[in-house]
T-cell receptor, first 113, second 109 residues
């Protein structure tokens, strides 16, 4: 079982360019999340989706957008990248019953120059 | 506001025991999680506490006191592979996880 996959693994992006980070899960989890992780800070929630067709804003949503057309995929788009968006991005998913344990993808390391 | 506090870094000796503390203030409480994250890798789930008391899972145990807003992760018989960051996270009233900055644990031989 693959669990959660993310692509690309890493990317260098020129400021002002757009980019979509891909995330796919095969666990049929209802909920999916996008976090960014920066040195010295905890994981910060960018956007989330509790079920296919719905999305919500997290702690740091500005400059990012998401869509949830189906259960498995949850892409994150940067419309016009800025250097402050340099970070490691993790996608996660969880069931919405029981413990709500979140399972994480391997991450995408993004550098905006 | 919401806040999760844990030490930035701890050092321990192989074979010893270490306790990593976490204190929290959140809007609502639906459980506390501990995750392990090796450098350059994704976080992986270690433990979950929603009721007061100690949960034991092999060499790892996690304790919760809801009245004190306090948890700890206890690691016994430390091994070199335990060198990692340990992340404390609280699930708030909206079932979102609020994360601490993590504790980097360094194990020395």
């Amino acid at each position: 079982t693959a669990g959660i996959t993310q692509a690309p693994t890493s990317q260098i992006l020129a400021a002002g360019r757009s980019m979509t980070l891909r995330c796919t899960q095969d666990m049929r989890h209802n909920a999916m999340y996008w976090y960014r992780q920066d040195l010295g800070l905890g994981l910060r929630l960018i956007h989330y989706s509790n079920t296919a067709g719905t999305t919500g804003k997290g702690e740091v949503p500005d400059g990012y957008s998401v869509s949830r057309a189906n259960t498995d995929d949850f892409p994150l788009t940067l419309a016009s990248a800025v250097p402050s968006q340099t970070s490691v991005y993790f996608c996660a998913s969880s069931d919405t019953t029981g413990v709500y344990e979140q399972f994480f993808g391997p991450g995408t390391r993004l550098t905006v120059l | 506001g919401q806040n999760i506090d844990q030490p930035t870094e701890m050092t321990a000796t192989e074979g010893a025991i270490v306790q990593i503390n976490c204190t929290y203030q959140t809007s609502g409480f639906n459980g506390l999680f501990w995750y392990q994250q090796h450098a350059g890798e994704a976080p992986t789930f270690l433990s979950y506490n929603v009721l007061d008391g100690l949960e034991e899972k092999g060499r790892f145990s996690s304790f919760l006191s809801r009245s004190k807003g306090y948890s700890y992760l206890l690691l016994k018989e430390l091994q070199m592979k335990d060198s990692a960051s340990y992340l404390c996270a609280v699930m708030d009233s909206n079932y979102q996880l609020i994360w601490g900055a993590g504790t980097k644990l360094i194990i020395k031989p």
